[in-house]
């Protein structure tokens, strides 16, 4: 059970980093601490959520509008939109076109 996440919430973990997406479309973010430090909850500032995947150092939301955003640590280019930056909040990314499909 993460602190502070009353209600409906959908989840995805990698290692001791997780987020979760409300039936609201919110998403909260957490990191698992070793005891007897707590757990760290925060939110994240983007909404219309409807799908979400996190990695030990990223994760990644897909909104309604079909558009993806990520955040997190993108020293390897993992964000894909070229800066090596630490993202902190959502960046939209773009998606390749897909042909054939």
Do not use: N
């Amino acid at each position: 059970m993460v602190p502070g996440l009353v209600g409906e919430w959908t989840p995805a973990v990698a290692e001791r980093r997780g987020c979760a997406f409300s039936s609201e479309g919110k998403v909260s973010c957490w990191e698992m601490a070793l005891p007897p430090h707590p757990t760290i909850v925060w939110e994240v500032a983007i909404d219309d959520v409807v799908a979400i995947d996190v990695a030990p150092d990223h994760a990644c939301a897909r909104k309604k509008d079909g558009s993806l955003h990520c955040w997190g640590e993108t020293r390897f280019g993992v964000l894909g939109d070229g800066d090596r930056r630490c993202a902190l909040a959502p960046k939209r990314v773009a998606l390749p076109a897909i042909s054939g499909a």
